[in-house]
């Protein structure tokens, strides 16, 4: 072991998984819906900018929309709320590198959750039509962003969402 991940076990408090089970539980209830929701006005944003809806969900009776793309958005809070339990404030990494760190393992995530479920169920979560990786697109990126960026905010700004780990313990 190097001396910074030596400095950095014994600075860090104890992260129980408890308290970890506990945020994302309440993180999955408040967040992923609200992600979702931001997910369709960005697909009626794309519509408005270029004519078509970005991406599809064919299985869906909607096309433009679907109830069932809420499991990538849990999958989504599940990923950032991990990385920053686990990784991002254990490092006390800045917010630019949480936000493109995890705007692209979300990218990568909405692409595996894609494959996975056509791989899986047969039918698929969604599409992105014209894109060479079918699952993903690469101007989601700048959608990503967004959602890693409201994400920040929403869980740490506007509503705590996160736990008090970092406090000071009460004496």
């Not at 998984?17 to 993180?27: D, I, N, P």
């Amino acid at each position: 072991m190097n001396a910074n991940a030596i400095a950095l076990t014994q600075t860090t408090p104890h992260r129980s998984f408890g308290v970890y089970a506990r945020v994302l539980a309440t993180q999955i209830l408040y967040v992923a819906p609200l992600l979702w929701l931001l997910e369709l006005a960005q697909n009626q944003a794309w519509k408005a900018v270029n004519g078509t809806y970005g991406w599809l969900y064919p299985d869906s009776p909607y096309g433009w929309f679907s109830f069932g793309s809420m499991v990538l958005w849990v999958g989504s809070v599940f990923l950032m709320w991990t990385m920053h339990y686990y990784w991002f404030h254990p490092r006390q990494m800045k917010a630019w590198s949480r936000i493109c760190i995890g705007s692209a393992v979300c990218w990568v995530g909405e692409w595996i959750g894609g494959f996975m479920a056509v791989t899986l169920t047969g039918k698929h979560l969604h599409v992105w039509p014209g894109a060479a990786l079918v699952y993903v697109s690469f101007p989601a990126i700048f959608f990503w962003v967004s959602n890693v960026i409201i994400y920040h905010l929403l869980t740490v700004h506007v509503i705590d969402l996160t736990p008090r780990y970092d406090a000071p313990a009460d004496e």
